[in-house]
């Protein structure tokens, strides 16, 4: 397992800053979300949805800035 050291905050060097990315484009920033409730809901429903796209999932490592956490993954 190797250790990567990271500058305190670097969003695109985290492939999670991707999928939030994609949440917001997709259909959850064209919802009229209303209250707490709604928007937790929605957040829950489209990452469930996410976990059974694994195609799509390992896109986000796949990214250039991301790469580095996907040795692990296809690894594993």
């Given at each position: 397992?190797?250790?990567h050291l990271l500058p305190p905050y670097?969003?695109?060097?985290?492939p999670v800053e991707l999928v939030?990315?994609?949440l917001k484009t997709g259909?959850?920033?064209?919802?009229?979300?209303k209250t707490k409730d709604q928007?937790?809901?929605?957040?829950?429903?489209?990452?469930?949805s996410l976990q059974s796209q694994k195609k799509?999932?390992?896109v986000f490592f796949r990214a250039e800035h991301t790469a580095y956490a996907c040795l692990e993954i296809l690894h594993a």
């Open positions: 397992m190797d250790i670097p969003p695109e060097l985290n939030w990315s994609a259909r959850i920033g064209r919802m009229a979300l928007f937790l809901n929605a957040v829950s429903s489209e990452l469930r799509k999932v390992l």
